[in-house]
């Protein structure tokens, strides 16, 4: 696959995530205010918890490969870059878990602590200038 288009999967992955956690936040509040529907809550935290996880994974899989290309950055630090990455996903992944009041309670931080996440990937690895086509053609010398 082309690192452009690696990037655009991976950023409409973003786009939905985004919806997603702007709209559990209002039905999480809701919930909390005693006004919403739990069935409701928990629908979209499923939802959530599903995009999230393919999300991560079709991350840590199409990424590595092509960060690999640049040779740039040299392996160790691609290797520590992808297993700092892959420990925040864990961590969200630990977030996002448990009873679904308990996630509403947190989820103002949650959405913030994950928005951080995507926005530095969008400035970093997800840049244009990281994933750009022509890292394939630098390596085949051509
Ligand atoms: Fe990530
Ligand atoms: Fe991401």
């Given amino acids: 696959m082309e690192p452009s288009q690696a990037r655009a999967i991976l950023l409409s992955q973003h786009d939905r995530l985004r919806r997603l956690l702007t709209q559990i936040q209002v039905i999480a509040d809701r919930v909390l205010e005693g006004e919403g529907v739990v069935a409701e809550l928990h629908e979209q935290l499923e939802e959530l918890r599903a995009a999230f996880a393919e ?72 840049s244009p200038s990281v994933l750009r086509d022509d890292i394939l053609n630098v390596e085949e010398g051509s």
């Fill in 55 to 126: 999300h991560n994974a079709s991350e840590e899989t199409l990424l590595e490969p092509i960060l690999r290309l640049d040779f740039a950055w040299g392996p160790p630090r691609i290797q520590r870059m992808l297993e700092e990455h892959a420990a925040e996903h864990a961590m969200f992944r630990e977030t996002l878990a448990g009873p679904d009041l308990e996630v509403a309670e947190r989820m103002g931080d949650v959405i913030e602590e994950i928005d951080a996440h995507m926005a530095a990937e969008e400035r970093t690895f997800l």
